[in-house]
């Protein structure tokens, strides 16, 4: 059962800053960047995991790593106003793209901090969209979005809407290569993250990119661990 905790805002030091987001001037923030990818590319191709479900991992433990990424607002009869809540744990909701008809299926995927369980929950989740064809599949209140655009390289990625959310939206694209003189190739993969100003800065917004890309770091040793 999802679990939150609710913000004392006479506390928090961000009370201020997410008034200001929410009643005066609500915006969202979004930040892309390339991210190195290499070792765990090549970890993936050795070991026959999912590049796709590694980075969901990824992006999915860097966005659990932060309260910053898991807030919401709770309204309910015993409160006077709605008010911010860090939920205890969130899960990412993915697409499933369907060639034939060009048309995905929104699905998600429960969350484990052991990524070979979740990347295992992945396949399966993946798989029962694929029979179900549906448009969606219902979710539970504590998730966010996750997209992968696997057909291009790009620099910038977001949503446009009234209302920012205050889960994040992350996106990753299609890799490239990049050689330096007298250095072996990397692979780099674009990686966006767009959130509500209300919920974090660009402070915030750079922390999980560099979260990333040491958890793909870590996820790729740990793979290559599990060849030995």
């Not at 974090?200 to 030995?228: P, S, T």
């Amino acid at each position: 059962m999802a679990q939150y905790r609710l913000i004392d805002m006479d506390t928090w030091p961000r009370a201020a800053h997410y008034r200001r987001f929410t009643e005066d001037s609500p915006c969202a923030v979004t930040l892309t960047d390339e991210i190195d990818v290499t070792g765990l590319r090549n970890a993936c191709r050795t070991s026959g995991r999912s590049f796709y479900a590694a980075v969901l991992w990824v992006v999915s433990s860097a966005v659990n790593a932060r309260e910053e990424f898991r807030l919401t607002e709770v309204d309910a009869p015993d409160l006077p106003a709605p008010v911010p809540a860090v939920w205890d744990v969130v899960h990412p909701a993915h697409n499933v793209f369907h060639k034939e008809t060009e048309t995905y299926t929104g699905t998600f995927t429960l969350f484990s901090p052991d990524p070979e369980e979740f990347m295992d929950r992945v396949a399966e989740d993946a798989e029962r969209a694929r029979r179900l064809r549906v448009p969606a599949i219902p979710t539970p209140p504590n998730v966010f979005d996750a997209s992968c655009v696997p057909w291009r390289h790009f620099t910038h990625a977001g949503a446009l809407t009234d209302a920012p959310s205050l889960s994040p939206l992350v996106v990753w694209g299609g890799f490239r290569e990049a050689r330096e003189r007298g250095s072996e190739p990397k692979i780099l993969m674009p990686l966006s993250v767009t959130i509500s100003h209300a919920a974090a800065d660009g402070f915030h917004l750079a922390r999980f990119l560099n979260d990333a890309e040491a958890g793909c770091a870590a996820l790729a040793k740990r793979l290559g661990g599990r060849m030995l």
